[in-house]
């Protein structure tokens, strides 16, 4: 069954979302192909919960996170990278990719609590 919990996944790799798809199957998942997208999505929409990979073609996802802070402050990101990472201001989380579906729910679950 699907909660009612929105999230915005930005991500470039196909395949990597394909696998999103499956790990976030119980949230309302939107997908954006890359930073500048993710950030259309947030100007035209409320999520619950941004995750961004970090590298991307047109738009970064750090760049990307920036600019969803100041359109929408209060929308907790997560960042989801394979690589080290130095901005971790900008984020509230971060998962290491690969993946590790109890970690990354877990993760989700407990921003999403911290927010109620």
């Known amino acids: 069954m699907e909660?009612?919990?929105k999230i915005l996944y930005?991500?470039?790799d196909e395949s990597?979302?394909?696998l999103i798809k499956i790990i976030l199957s119980e949230f309302k998942l939107e997908i954006a192909h890359n930073g500048l997208e993710?950030?259309?999505a947030i100007s035209n929409g409320e999520y619950d919960l941004?995750?961004?990979n970090i590298q991307m073609p047109i738009m970064d996802g750090i760049d990307a996170a920036k600019?969803?802070?100041k359109i929408s402050p209060k929308t907790p990101i997560i960042a989801?990278?394979?690589h080290d990472l130095d901005e971790t201001d900008i984020f509230d989380?971060?998962?290491k990719k690969p993946i590790i579906k109890k970690t990354m729910i877990d993760k989700i679950n407990k921003i999403i609590i911290k927010r109620l």
């Open 3 to 5: 909660n009612q919990i």
């Open 10 to 12: 930005i991500d470039d």
């Open 16 to 18: 990597f979302i394909d």
């Open 38 to 40: 993710g950030v259309s």
């Open 50 to 52: 941004v995750i961004t």
């Open 67 to 69: 600019m969803i802070r």
């Open 80 to 82: 989801c990278t394979a």
């Open 93 to 95: 989380d971060v998962i």
